[in-house]
Antibody
Framework: EVQLVESGGGLVQPGGSLRLSCAAS????????MNWVRQAPGKGLEWVSY????????LYADSVKGRFAISRDNAKNSLFLQMNSLRAEDTATYYC??????????????WGQGTLVTVSS | DIQMTQSPSSLSATVGDRVTITCRASQNINTYLNWYQQKPGKAPKLLIYVTSNLQSGVPSRFSGSGSGTDFSLTINSLQPEDFATYYC?????????FGQGTKVEVK
C-alpha cells in the first residue's frame, strides 16, 4: 500500500526557513516523480514544485521560485522541500503527492495527509 | 498559465441525485484533465484521470467527459459519502493548475 507521510511543518516568522519532509513507502520511490501541492486555509489547491525520479528535472511555481528548493533521497525514500524567505502568503497545508506518468502526462495518484505551515510573527 | 474555471462553485443536492460539475480551460488542453475529491481535513483523492479514466477503487457512479476546453464530472445517484469538494486539474502544461473547487452540499 502506498503511504506518504509529511512532517516538518510548524509556526515560523516571516523571513524564516523550514524544511518539509515526506516519507514514502509501498512503491518503488526512485521510479516516480513527486510533487508538493499546497492549500491555504479555506482555499483551493496550488501546485508548488515537481521533481523527477532521478532529480534531473525540478520545476517550481513562480510564487516560490528562488525561495523554495525541492530534493529527494531515493536511498531513504524521502522527499524534501526547503522553504526560505517565508512570507505570510506561504501559510498553507503542504501535501506531497506521487505521480503516475504516461508518455504525455502525469497526474497525482496518491497524496499524504499534509503538514501545516504557518508564517506569522 | 492555463486557467481552470469550475461551475458551479457550490451546489446543494440530495442522496440519489445526478450531479454534474463543469470545468473550462482557458486554452485547449486536449484530454489532460483530472478530477479530485476532497473531504474536510483530508487530502485530495484522485477520482478520474485523463478526462474519463476511473482511478482504481473509485465507484462507477463517477464519470468524466470532454475534450479541448470543456469538461464535466458526473456523479450518478449521489451517495452520502460523496458530499465533498471537487477539483479539476489540467496536466497539459506546467504549471499544472486547478479549478477553484465545487462544494457539493446536502440540500
Amino acid at each position: 500500500e502506498v503511504q506518504l507521510v509529511e512532517s516538518g511543518g510548524g509556526l515560523v516568522q516571516p523571513g524564516g526557513s523550514l524544511r518539509l519532509s515526506c516519507a514514502a513507502s509501498g512503491f518503488t520511490f526512485s521510479s516516480d516523480s513527486m510533487n508538493w501541492v499546497r492549500q491555504a486555509p479555506g482555499k483551493g489547491l496550488e501546485w508548488v514544485s515537481y521533481i523527477s525520479g532521478s532529480s534531473s528535472i525540478k520545476l517550481y511555481a513562480d510564487s516560490v521560485k528562488g525561495r523554495f528548493a525541492i530534493s529527494r533521497d531515493n536511498a531513504k525514500n524521502s522527499l524534501f522541500l526547503q522553504m526560505n524567505s517565508l512570507r505570510a502568503e506561504d501559510t498553507a497545508t503542504y501535501y506531497c503527492a506521487k505521480d503516475v506518468c504516461s508518455s504525455t502526462t502525469c497526474y497525482g495518484t496518491h497524496w499524504g495527509q499534509g503538514t501545516l505551515v504557518t508564517v506569522s510573527s | 498559465d492555463i486557467q481552470m474555471t469550475q461551475s458551479p462553485s457550490s451546489l446543494s443536492a440530495t442522496v440519489g441525485d445526478r450531479v454534474t460539475i463543469t470545468c473550462r480551460a482557458s486554452q485547449n488542453i486536449n484530454t489532460y484533465l483530472n478530477w479530485y475529491q476532497q473531504k474536510p481535513g483530508k487530502a485530495p483523492k484522485l477520482l478520474i484521470y485523463v478526462t474519463s479514466n476511473l482511478q482504481s477503487g473509485v465507484p462507477s457512479r463517477f464519470s468524466g467527459s470532454g475534450s479541448g476546453t470543456d469538461f464535466s464530472l458526473t456523479i450518478n445517484s449521489l451517495q452520502p459519502e460523496d458530499f465533498a469538494t471537487y477539483y479539476c486539474q489540467q496536466s497539459y502544461s506546467t504549471p499544472p493548475t486547478f479549478g477553484q473547487g465545487t462544494k457539493v452540499e446536502v440540500k
